[in-house]
C-alpha cells in the first residue's frame, strides 16, 4: 500500500524559506509521478509542482517558478519541495500526491489525475 507523509511546514516571515518534504512508502518513485498541491481556506485544490518518475520532467505553476524548486531522493524515496521568497499568499496546507505513471512521461498539475495524498502540512507566511 502506497503511503505518502509530509513534513516541514510551519510558520515563516515574508521572505523566509522552508523545504518540505514528501516520504513515499510502499512504491518506488521511479514508477511515481509526485505532486505537490496545496490549499487555503475558501479556495479550489491548486496544483504548484510535479516531477516524473524518472526525475527527468518537472513542472511548476506560473505563481511558483523561480520561487520554488523540486527534487528528488531515490535513496530515501523523497521528494522535497524547496520553497524561497514566501509571500503571504503561499499560505495553506500543502499536499503531496502520487500517480503510479512510466518513468519518462510528463508529469500534470491535475489534482484529478492523482490517485494517492498524504494528510498535509500547513505553511503559514506572516509577520
Known amino acids: 500500500q502506497l503511503q505518502l507523509v509530509e513534513s516541514g511546514g510551519g510558520l515563516v516571515q515574508p521572505g523566509g524559506s522552508l523545504r518540505l518534504s514528501c516520504a513515499a512508502s510502499?512504491?518506488?518513485?521511479?514508477?511515481?509521478?509526485i505532486g505537490w498541491f496545496r490549499q487555503a481556506p475558501g479556495k479550489e485544490r491548486e496544483g504548484v509542482s510535479c516531477?516524473?518518475?524518472?526525475?527527468?520532467?518537472?513542472n511548476y505553476a506560473d505563481s511558483v517558478k523561480g520561487r520554488f524548486t523540486i527534487s528528488r531522493d531515490s535513496a530515501k524515496n523523497t521528494v522535497y519541495l524547496q520553497i524561497n521568497s514566501l509571500k503571504p499568499e503561499d499560505t495553506a496546507v500543502y499536499y503531496c500526491a502520487a500517480e503510479q505513471a512510466p518513468p519518462f512521461r510528463q508529469c500534470v498539475l491535475r489534482p484529478g489525475d492523482y490517485d494517492y495524498w498524504g494528510q498535509g502540512t500547513q505553511v503559514t507566511v506572516s509577520s
Open positions: 510502499g512504491f518506488t518513485l521511479d514508477y511515481l509521478a
Open positions: 516531477i516524473s518518475g524518472s526525475g527527468t520532467f518537472r
